[in-house]
């Protein structure tokens, strides 16, 4: 399973847009990219999840350059409430190997008034 | 999106007892779930896989006699943590995966704040 690296804290401002890459070399041909959001004292939240290029949802986009060997998180013009801990997970869909993802350490972002 | 549910969201026990947690998939069969354990600000931490209607299969360290993992419906798994000690405080939470279209997710639950006295 692909190890990844991701900064272990950041800071920014309501209404900023905010980008945490996770790096990911050993990232396999069939892995996918998957980023949760935690919060305190509960459970971590699907935000997005792609293979390559870019995809966006109603809450983030997500960047994958063609060597896929990292990848953006980018929250765009945040508020007090994305304050949390963000993970970036890598593995493959529809497998056993998907099953064991494995959390690394995560971003705090902490988003200030 | 696809619901887990957890219960119950916080216990506290005496040392020497045994809690059981439990874990439902609300609206979709999860044929697989997973129990994951978390420290204060530490990352989530895999103990385990539960399948149903077979044995769980447990991460190199995690006691499985200490951490009894039963998934008997497409459902519902269950955790009992037995004769718990102080040292078995912490957050667990379980999750089960999902296919959303050409995607498969994992949902969790929010989780089990345990406190062993």
């Known amino acids: 399973l692909a190890k990844t690296t991701q900064p272990i804290s950041m800071d920014s401002y309501e209404g900023q847009e905010v980008n945490i890459t996770c790096s990911h070399n050993?990232?396999?041909?069939?892995?996918?990219i998957t980023w949760y959001q935690q919060f305190p004292s509960q459970g971590p939240r699907f935000i997005i999840q792609?293979?390559?290029t870019k995809v966006t949802n109603e809450v983030a986009s997500l960047f994958i350059p063609a060597d896929r060997k990292s990848s953006t998180l980018s929250l765009p013009r945040v508020s007090l409430s994305d304050t949390a801990v963000y993970y970036c997970?890598?593995?493959?869909?529809?497998?056993?190997?998907?099953?064991?993802?494995?959390f690394g350490a995560g971003t705090r972002l902490a988003v200030h008034p | 999106g696809a619901v887990v549910s957890q219960h119950p969201s916080r216990v506290i026990c005496k040392s020497g007892t045994s809690v059981k947690i439990e874990c439902r998939s609300l609206?979709?069969?999860?044929?697989?779930m997973f129990w994951y354990r978390q420290f204060p600000k530490q990352s989530l931490m895999l103990m385990a896989t539960?399948?149903?209607?077979?044995?769980?299969?447990?991460e190199q360290g995690v006691e499985k006699d200490k951490f009894l993992i039963n998934h008997a419906s497409l459902t519902l798994s269950t955790l009992t943590v037995t004769s718990a000690h102080p040292e078995d405080s912490s957050f667990y939470i379980c999750?089960?995966?999902?296919?959303?279209?050409?995607?498969?997710?994992?949902?969790f639950g929010s989780g089990t704040q345990l406190s062993v006295l």
């Open positions: 999750s089960a995966r999902d296919r959303v279209g050409t995607n498969e997710k994992l949902f």
């Open positions: 050993n990232i396999a041909t069939n892995d996918y």
């Open positions: 792609g293979y390559k």
């Open positions: 997970l890598v593995g493959p869909l529809f497998s056993g190997g998907y099953n064991k993802l494995i």
């Open positions: 609206d979709f069969q999860a044929t697989t």
């Open positions: 539960s399948n149903e209607g077979s044995k769980a299969t447990y």
